[in-house]
Protein backbone atom coordinates (compact mmCIF):
# COMPACT_ATOMS: atom_id res chain seq x y z
CA UNK A 1 0.00 0.00 0.00
CA UNK A 2 1.09 3.21 -0.87
CA UNK A 3 1.55 5.39 2.66
CA UNK A 4 -0.22 8.45 1.01
CA UNK A 5 -3.19 6.50 1.14
CA UNK A 6 -3.54 6.76 5.22
CA UNK A 7 -3.26 10.72 4.51
CA UNK A 8 -6.72 10.91 5.79
CA UNK A 9 -7.20 14.53 4.34
CA UNK A 10 -4.44 14.78 1.94
CA UNK A 11 -7.33 14.93 -1.24
CA UNK A 12 -10.33 16.95 0.50
CA UNK A 13 -10.28 19.82 -2.12
CA UNK A 14 -12.41 22.69 -1.99
CA UNK A 15 -13.50 25.02 -4.86
CA UNK A 16 -12.89 28.97 -4.90
CA UNK A 17 -13.56 31.96 -3.42
CA UNK A 18 -12.59 30.92 -0.01
CA UNK A 19 -11.44 32.86 3.13
CA UNK A 20 -8.48 31.39 5.08
CA UNK A 21 -8.38 32.21 8.62
CA UNK A 22 -5.72 32.58 11.04
CA UNK A 23 -5.77 32.91 14.20
CA UNK A 24 -2.74 33.53 16.90
CA UNK A 25 -2.06 30.38 19.09
CA UNK A 26 -1.37 31.60 22.97
CA UNK A 27 -0.46 34.67 21.81
CA UNK A 28 -1.33 35.95 25.20
CA UNK A 29 1.89 34.55 26.12
CA UNK A 30 3.55 35.98 23.17
CA UNK A 31 2.21 39.45 24.33
CA UNK A 32 3.88 39.20 27.56
CA UNK A 33 6.93 37.90 26.10
CA UNK A 34 7.41 40.95 23.86
CA UNK A 35 5.67 43.29 26.52
CA UNK A 36 3.02 44.92 24.31
CA UNK A 37 1.31 47.67 25.68
CA UNK A 38 -2.70 47.12 26.65
CA UNK A 39 -4.77 46.91 25.45
CA UNK A 40 -3.10 47.99 22.13
CA UNK A 41 0.05 48.26 20.79
CA UNK A 42 0.33 50.08 17.73
CA UNK A 43 3.58 48.05 16.63
CA UNK A 44 2.34 44.87 17.31
CA UNK A 45 -0.72 45.88 14.37
CA UNK A 46 1.91 47.42 12.51
CA UNK A 47 3.45 43.41 12.26
CA UNK A 48 0.34 42.28 11.86
CA UNK A 49 -0.10 44.52 8.89
CA UNK A 50 3.40 43.52 7.67
CA UNK A 51 2.27 39.81 7.63
CA UNK A 52 -0.66 40.46 5.39
CA UNK A 53 1.38 42.47 2.66
CA UNK A 54 3.98 39.68 3.05
CA UNK A 55 0.62 37.39 2.39
CA UNK A 56 -0.53 39.30 -0.51
CA UNK A 57 2.77 39.92 -2.55
CA UNK A 58 5.32 37.40 -1.87
CA UNK A 59 4.36 34.36 -0.52
CA UNK A 60 3.21 33.16 -4.11
CA UNK A 61 -0.02 32.46 -2.34
CA UNK A 62 -2.07 35.18 -3.80
CA UNK A 63 -5.31 35.91 -1.79
CA UNK A 64 -6.94 39.10 -3.56
CA UNK A 65 -7.26 41.02 -0.25
CA UNK A 66 -6.59 40.62 4.20
CA UNK A 67 -8.51 41.51 6.90
CA UNK A 68 -6.61 41.76 10.15
CA UNK A 69 -7.25 42.96 13.66
CA UNK A 70 -5.87 41.65 17.05
CA UNK A 71 -4.21 38.44 16.32
CA UNK A 72 -6.61 37.16 13.45
CA UNK A 73 -6.13 37.41 9.49
CA UNK A 74 -8.66 36.72 6.89
CA UNK A 75 -7.26 36.22 3.57
CA UNK A 76 -9.82 35.94 0.66
CA UNK A 77 -8.93 33.85 -2.22
CA UNK A 78 -10.06 33.78 -5.53
CA UNK A 79 -8.24 31.48 -7.20
CA UNK A 80 -6.35 29.12 -5.02
CA UNK A 81 -2.99 27.57 -4.99
CA UNK A 82 -2.05 23.43 -4.09
CA UNK A 83 -5.33 23.14 -6.33
CA UNK A 84 -7.35 23.55 -3.73
CA UNK A 85 -6.02 21.19 -1.49
CA UNK A 86 -7.50 21.94 1.87
CA UNK A 87 -4.98 20.57 4.67
CA UNK A 88 -2.10 22.48 2.14
CA UNK A 89 -3.32 25.28 2.16
CA UNK A 90 -4.19 25.86 5.83
CA UNK A 91 -1.09 24.46 6.79
CA UNK A 92 1.22 26.46 4.65
CA UNK A 93 -1.06 29.87 4.56
CA UNK A 94 -0.35 28.84 8.49
CA UNK A 95 3.04 28.82 8.95
CA UNK A 96 4.09 31.30 6.22
CA UNK A 97 2.60 34.06 8.30
CA UNK A 98 3.66 32.61 11.45
CA UNK A 99 7.42 32.63 10.07
CA UNK A 100 6.71 36.58 8.52
CA UNK A 101 5.34 37.21 12.21
CA UNK A 102 8.43 35.81 14.17
CA UNK A 103 10.89 37.84 11.83
CA UNK A 104 9.18 41.17 12.03
CA UNK A 105 8.49 40.87 15.51
CA UNK A 106 12.22 39.90 16.31
CA UNK A 107 10.60 36.78 18.70
CA UNK A 108 13.21 34.05 19.88
CA UNK A 109 10.13 32.05 21.01
CA UNK A 110 7.46 30.27 18.47
CA UNK A 111 4.95 31.58 17.21
CA UNK A 112 2.11 29.83 15.96
CA UNK A 113 -1.30 30.31 14.24
CA UNK A 114 -4.04 27.85 13.30
CA UNK A 115 -6.17 27.82 9.97
CA UNK A 116 -9.31 26.97 8.61
CA UNK A 117 -10.85 27.43 5.64
CA UNK A 118 -14.29 28.67 5.04
CA UNK A 119 -16.19 28.86 1.74
CA UNK A 120 -17.20 32.19 0.07
CA UNK A 121 -19.23 32.32 -2.78
CA UNK A 122 -22.24 34.91 -3.66
CA UNK A 123 -22.79 37.65 -0.88
CA UNK A 124 -21.41 34.93 1.63
CA UNK A 125 -18.19 37.29 1.82
CA UNK A 126 -19.71 40.37 3.18
CA UNK A 127 -21.89 38.59 5.32
CA UNK A 128 -18.20 37.08 6.87
CA UNK A 129 -16.36 40.29 6.86
CA UNK A 130 -19.35 41.95 8.61
CA UNK A 131 -19.23 39.23 11.40
CA UNK A 132 -15.31 39.17 11.68
CA UNK A 133 -15.72 43.37 11.94
CA UNK A 134 -18.32 42.99 14.47
CA UNK A 135 -16.12 40.62 16.59
CA UNK A 136 -13.59 43.38 16.31
CA UNK A 137 -15.49 45.65 17.80
CA UNK A 138 -16.42 43.11 20.66
CA UNK A 139 -12.52 42.52 20.85
CA UNK A 140 -12.06 46.05 21.14
CA UNK A 141 -14.48 47.10 24.16
CA UNK A 142 -13.86 44.08 26.03
CA UNK A 143 -9.71 44.81 25.80
CA UNK A 144 -10.20 48.40 27.34
CA UNK A 145 -12.53 47.29 29.90
CA UNK A 146 -10.02 44.34 30.93
CA UNK A 147 -7.16 47.13 31.32
CA UNK A 148 -9.23 49.32 33.00
CA UNK A 149 -9.98 46.53 35.51
CA UNK A 150 -6.86 45.51 36.19
CA UNK A 151 -5.40 49.00 36.50
CA UNK A 152 -8.48 49.58 39.45
CA UNK A 153 -6.46 46.40 41.08
CA UNK A 154 -7.83 43.01 39.51
CA UNK A 155 -6.41 40.33 38.60
CA UNK A 156 -6.68 38.99 34.45
CA UNK A 157 -8.83 36.37 35.97
CA UNK A 158 -11.26 38.24 38.37
CA UNK A 159 -11.62 41.19 35.24
CA UNK A 160 -13.05 38.73 33.05
CA UNK A 161 -15.12 37.28 35.57
CA UNK A 162 -16.91 40.73 35.75
CA UNK A 163 -16.98 41.00 32.17
CA UNK A 164 -18.75 37.51 31.42
CA UNK A 165 -22.10 38.21 30.07
CA UNK A 166 -21.94 42.38 30.51
CA UNK A 167 -23.53 43.62 27.49
CA UNK A 168 -21.49 45.62 25.21
CA UNK A 169 -23.61 49.16 26.15
CA UNK A 170 -22.37 48.48 29.74
CA UNK A 171 -18.92 47.91 28.96
CA UNK A 172 -18.98 51.19 26.44
CA UNK A 173 -21.12 53.15 29.78
CA UNK A 174 -18.44 51.82 31.96
CA UNK A 175 -15.34 53.43 30.05
CA UNK A 176 -17.67 56.53 29.14
CA UNK A 177 -17.53 57.04 32.96
CA UNK A 178 -14.28 56.83 32.98
CA UNK A 179 -13.90 59.46 30.38
CA UNK A 180 -12.68 57.22 27.42
CA UNK A 181 -15.29 57.33 24.83
CA UNK A 182 -14.55 53.94 22.82
CA UNK A 183 -16.59 55.27 19.57
CA UNK A 184 -13.64 57.54 19.10
CA UNK A 185 -10.80 55.50 19.60
CA UNK A 186 -8.16 54.68 16.31
CA UNK A 187 -10.33 53.20 13.71
CA UNK A 188 -7.19 49.86 13.31
CA UNK A 189 -8.42 49.23 17.14
CA UNK A 190 -12.04 49.57 16.52
CA UNK A 191 -12.83 47.88 13.04
CA UNK A 192 -9.92 46.33 11.50
CA UNK A 193 -7.77 47.05 8.70
CA UNK A 194 -8.25 45.96 4.98
CA UNK A 195 -5.34 45.48 2.93
CA UNK A 196 -5.77 44.74 -0.70
CA UNK A 197 -4.06 44.22 -4.23
CA UNK A 198 -5.27 46.90 -7.05
CA UNK A 199 -4.04 48.13 -10.43
CA UNK A 200 -2.42 51.50 -10.10
CA UNK A 201 -0.43 54.01 -12.82
CA UNK A 202 3.05 54.40 -11.82
CA UNK A 203 5.23 56.06 -14.20
CA UNK A 204 8.78 54.40 -15.58
CA UNK A 205 11.43 54.90 -18.12
CA UNK A 206 11.84 53.59 -21.51
CA UNK A 207 15.56 52.91 -21.86
CA UNK A 208 14.98 53.02 -26.06
CA UNK A 209 13.42 55.63 -26.31
CA UNK A 210 14.30 57.85 -23.57
CA UNK A 211 10.47 58.83 -22.87
CA UNK A 212 8.59 58.50 -19.72
CA UNK A 213 5.73 56.21 -20.02
CA UNK A 214 2.95 54.89 -17.91
CA UNK A 215 2.79 51.20 -16.74
CA UNK A 216 -0.03 49.93 -14.82
CA UNK A 217 1.51 47.54 -11.92
CA UNK A 218 -0.48 45.80 -9.11
CA UNK A 219 0.22 47.44 -6.08
CA UNK A 220 -1.02 46.95 -2.65
CA UNK A 221 -3.67 49.45 -0.57
CA UNK A 222 -3.72 49.54 3.36
CA UNK A 223 -6.71 51.54 4.22
CA UNK A 224 -5.92 53.99 6.99
CA UNK A 225 -9.89 53.88 7.95
CA UNK A 226 -11.67 50.70 6.97
CA UNK A 227 -15.00 51.31 6.39
CA UNK A 228 -17.87 49.28 8.06
CA UNK A 229 -18.60 46.45 6.20
CA UNK A 230 -22.38 46.41 6.92
CA UNK A 231 -22.63 50.42 5.59
CA UNK A 232 -23.46 50.90 1.67
CA UNK A 233 -19.64 52.38 1.38
CA UNK A 234 -18.08 49.28 3.11
CA UNK A 235 -20.34 46.58 1.16
CA UNK A 236 -19.81 48.56 -2.56
CA UNK A 237 -15.30 48.48 -2.20
CA UNK A 238 -15.95 44.33 -0.98
CA UNK A 239 -18.22 43.74 -3.99
CA UNK A 240 -15.71 45.64 -5.85
CA UNK A 241 -12.97 43.29 -4.84
CA UNK A 242 -14.79 40.22 -5.16
CA UNK A 243 -17.15 41.14 -8.09
CA UNK A 244 -20.05 39.86 -6.33
Not at 79 to 84: D, E, T, V, Y
Amino acid sequence: MDIRDREIFSNLTIFPPVFVRLDGRAFHRLARALNLKKPFDPSFSANMRAVCRYLLTDSGLSPVFAYTFSDEISLYFDMLPFSGRVEKLDSVTAAVAASKLTIEVGCSQPIAFDARTIPAAGDFAIEYLVSRQNEAWRNHINAYCQSALIEDGMTSRQAAAVLRGMRSEEMHEMMFERGLNLAVTPAWQRRGTLIYREDCVKEGYNPVTGETVLATRRCVRELVETPLFSSPEGEALIRSLTGA
